[in-house]
């Protein structure tokens, strides 16, 4: 039971930062009409296949990873978040240099929960 309810929070934390970071992207979070439209913005909803009913984006995938990257890239603040994801080198009390961002965040749901606590800070 306590892990059923570990990942019932996992996934709803999952889908809440998915939404935000599409909101954020300027796109809508579809929500269905009961039909096979999204109630806010109209667009036919579809299945992505048929065993997969989602309609938004998900950035636990390779594929949600590529979009978010590839949009990150495009604001004026990703300088400053990729900053974030540098490791600074201090040789004798002094800055030498950063070493390049952690290769751990080259994970989907590692980058996605990192710009979204970016985004909504």
């Given at each position: 039971m306590e892990k059923q309810n570990a990942n019932s929070r996992q996934l709803d934390f999952i889908v809440r930062r998915d939404r935000h970071l599409t909101e954020a992207m300027g796109e809508c979070w579809h929500e269905s009409n009961g039909r096979l439209n999204c109630k806010k913005c109209e667009s036919f909803l579809y299945a992505k296949s048929p065993n997969h009913i989602?309609?938004?984006?998900?950035?636990?995938?390779?594929?949600?990873?590529g979009k978010l990257w590839r949009w990150g890239?495009?604001?004026?603040?990703?300088?400053?978040?990729?900053?974030?994801?540098?490791?600074?080198?201090?040789?004798?009390?002094?800055?030498?240099?950063y070493r390049k961002f952690d290769l751990d965040f080259i994970d989907p749901d590692k980058f996605a929960d990192a710009l979204y606590e970016f985004v909504d800070a």
């Open positions: 989602s309609y938004n984006n998900e950035f636990s995938t390779w594929e949600g990873f890239q495009q604001q004026e603040w990703w300088e400053e978040f990729v900053g974030c994801l540098l490791e600074p080198v201090i040789d004798k009390g002094t800055l030498t240099h």
